[in-house]
């Protein structure tokens, strides 16, 4: 179990083997939970995290650089800090 603090002050635990929407759900906006939508766009803060090639409509190359993901496809790897 992970522990991800979301915008500086919102403490959950997530497990290792779940997405960051799967673990929060409603904790995080999300919309079609498959990387198409870009709804459940997030910027890590602090931590390690691992995810599929993701989908560059929803979440563009340059977003990628900066430290973004999508939470629907995106596992902790460690405790986490993430900002929506």
Same mark, same amino acid.
């Given at each position: 179990?992970?522990?991800?603090?979301?915008?500086?002050?919102?403490?959950?635990?997530?497990?290792?083997?779940?997405?960051?929407?799967?673990?929060?759900?409603?904790?995080? /906006?999300? $919309?079609?939970?498959? $990387?198409?939508? $870009? &709804?459940? &766009?997030? @910027?890590?803060?602090? $931590?390690?995290?691992?995810?599929?090639?993701?989908?560059?409509?929803?979440?563009?190359?340059?977003?990628?650089?900066?430290?973004?993901? @999508?939470?629907?496809?995106?596992? /902790?790897?460690?405790?986490?800090?993430?900002?929506?």
């Amino acid at each position: 179990m992970y522990q991800v603090i979301i915008n500086g002050k919102e403490k959950h635990l997530n497990a290792s083997d779940k997405t960051i929407v799967e673990a929060l759900g409603d904790k995080v /906006p999300h $919309g079609c939970k498959s $990387g198409g939508c $870009g &709804k459940c &766009k997030v @910027l890590i803060l602090k $931590g390690d995290v691992t995810h599929p090639i993701l989908n560059s409509i929803a979440l563009s190359a340059k977003n990628q650089e900066e430290g973004y993901t @999508l939470a629907c496809q995106t596992k /902790p790897l460690s405790d986490i800090e993430i900002e929506f």
